[in-house]
Nanobody, 122 residues
Framework: QVQLVESGGGLVQPGGSLGLSCAAS????????MGWYRQAPGKERELVAH???????NYADSVKGRFTISRDNAKNTVLLQMNSLKPEDTAVYYC????????????????WGKGTLVPVSS
């Protein structure tokens, strides 16, 4: 079992910046992709960004150019630097870690953190 704990959430003004961090612990073996999802009030959860173990990244169109995802494999952490924040970025942000299965081909388990709240408001 992988435990994921997000930190760094909090109130930020529009146009401001905030950095989120997620630390993985427990059974960290075979983790490949890590990422961030978010869920805004009244909306469905959506992918924000993810990063593979090799460092390949993918971003939602809504955050491209503003957010940067990175990871430190040695520290088992994934980071999300959020710049030029907009009110529509307000959401609970969830950290994820995909752990490759050992019993089946093309199998992985997505582990979720409990989320951290990021209100973007004046």
């Amino acid at each position: 079992q992988v435990q994921l704990v997000e930190s760094g959430g909090g109130l930020v003004q529009p146009g401001g910046s905030l950095g989120l961090s997620c630390a993985a612990s427990g059974s960290i073996f075979r983790i490949n992709t890590m990422g961030w999802y978010r869920q805004a009030p009244g909306k469905e959860r959506e992918l924000v960004a993810h990063i593979t173990s090799a460092g390949n990244t993918n971003y939602a169109d809504s955050v491209k150019g503003r957010f940067t995802i990175s990871r430190d494999n040695a520290k088992n952490t994934v980071l999300l630097q959020m710049n030029s924040l907009k009110p529509e970025d307000t959401a609970v942000y969830y950290c994820t870690a995909d752990k490759i299965c050992t019993t089946a081909t093309l199998c992985y388990i997505k582990n979720w953190g409990k989320g951290t709240l990021v209100p973007v408001s004046s």
